[in-house]
C-alpha cells in the first residue's frame, strides 16, 4: 500500500510542481507586492509595509468605474447567457433535422478570435463622419435616431459590450446544455407522459434537475470569465479605457503595470488581490446556494 502512495505522489508530481511554480508562487508574491509601499520594480526597494496600496486603489475613481463596469457586465452577461443557452438547447434537443448543422453554426463564433469579433462588433456599432454604421441603418428603419454605440452614451457602449460578451459565451454553453440534455435518462420523460405530467412541470421537476450540475458549471466559469473580461473591451474600444469610461478590472490591473500612467506594481497587486477576494466570494457562495440547489 506504502509503495502505491508513493508511486501515486510520484506521478503527481509534475503537476504539483507545475502548479506550485505558475499558481501558488506568483500568488504569494503578488500578495506581498500589496503590502510594500513605493515598491521600485527597477532597483527591488519600497520605503514602507502596509495598507496604503489598498487605500489608494479603493479610492481611485478609475478603479471605482472599472469595478462599476465589472459588475453591471457580469450581473447582465452571465444569466442572460446562461438562460439563451438553455432556451436555444432545448430548441435543438427537440428537432432531429438538421441539428448538427444549427449545433455547427452556433459553435462557430467560439472558435473565431475574440479580437476579429470585437472589430467587427466595433464596425457593425461604430458611427463616423461617413457612415452611421450598419446597426443605425437598421434602427433607421424604424425611424430610431442614430446612435454612436462606441464613442458616444455610456449606455449604448456598455450595450454593446454586454451584446458582444453574451455573443461569445454562447456557444460554449449551448455545446455543454445541449449535451446534458443528451444525457437525461429517456425513462423520466416516458414516465412523466404516462401520467400526464404537463411539459412546463417535466422541465421544470425533470429537466432542470438533471442538467443543474451543468448549469452550476456554466454559471461558475461565466462568472469568473465576466469578471476577467479585458481583451474584449480593448476590441471594441481601443486600449484607452480609462477615457472611454469602460476599463475593467483586468484593465486596471494592466494600466497599472504598463500603461502610460503605469509603473506601479504595487498598485496593481493590491487591485489584483481586491479582484481575487471578489472571484473568490463570488464563487464561495455559488457553491453554498449549489448545496440546496444542484441534484448530483
Not at 501558488?24 to 506581498?32: G, K, M
Not at 443543474?212 to 473580461?229: D, E, H, R, W
Request: charged fraction near 10%.
Amino acid at each position: 500500500m506504502e509503495k502505491n502512495n508513493l508511486k501515486a505522489w510520484l506521478y503527481l508530481l509534475p503537476a504539483l510542481l507545475f502548479i506550485a511554480v505558475f499558481l501558488v508562487y506568483p500568488l504569494v508574491d503578488v500578495f506581498i507586492y500589496s503590502f510594500e509601499e513605493g515598491y521600485n520594480f527597477a532597483s527591488q526597494s519600497f520605503f514602507g509595509i502596509g495598507f496604503y496600496n489598498y487605500k489608494f486603489v479603493l479610492n481611485d475613481p478609475y478603479f471605482i468605474k472599472a469595478l462599476v463596469n465589472t459588475f453591471i457586465l457580469v450581473i447582465i452577461t452571465v444569466p442572460v447567457s446562461t438562460i439563451l443557452a438553455l432556451l436555444i438547447s432545448m430548441g435543438l434537443s427537440s428537432i432531429k433535422a438538421l441539428r448538427n448543422l444549427f449545433q455547427t453554426i452556433y459553435f462557430l463564433p467560439y472558435v473565431t478570435n475574440t479580437l476579429a469579433v470585437g472589430m467587427v462588433f466595433m464596425i457593425l456599432f461604430k458611427k463616423t463622419a461617413y457612415s452611421d454604421g450598419l446597426v443605425n441603418a437598421v434602427l433607421s428603419l424604424f425611424n430610431i435616431a442614430p446612435v454612436d454605440f462606441i464613442d458616444g452614451p455610456y449606455w449604448a457602449k456598455m450595450f454593446v459590450l454586454c451584446f458582444y460578451t453574451v455573443w461569445v459565451v454562447l456557444p460554449f454553453k449551448i455545446i455543454i446544455l445541449t449535451s446534458a440534455l443528451a444525457s437525461v435518462k429517456k425513462e423520466y420523460y416516458d414516465a412523466a407522459k404516462i401520467d400526464g405530467t404537463s411539459s412546463f412541470r417535466v422541465f421544470r421537476k425533470i429537466t432542470l434537475p438533471m442538467i443543474s450540475p451543468m448549469i452550476f458549471y456554466l454559471v461558475i466559469t461565466g462568472f469568473i470569465g465576466a469578471f476577467k473580461a479585458y481583451s474584449d473591451v480593448v476590441a471594441i474600444f481601443g486600449t484607452d479605457l480609462n477615457n472611454a469610461g469602460m476599463n475593467t478590472l483586468v484593465g486596471y490591473i494592466y494600466d497599472m503595470l504598463y500603461g502610460d500612467s503605469g509603473g506601479y506594481p504595487s498598485y496593481a497587486s493590491s487591485a489584483a488581490i481586491i479582484l481575487f477576494l471578489i472571484v473568490l466570494t463570488v464563487t464561495t457562495i455559488n457553491l453554498l446556494v449549489s448545496k440546496k440547489r444542484v441534484h448530483y
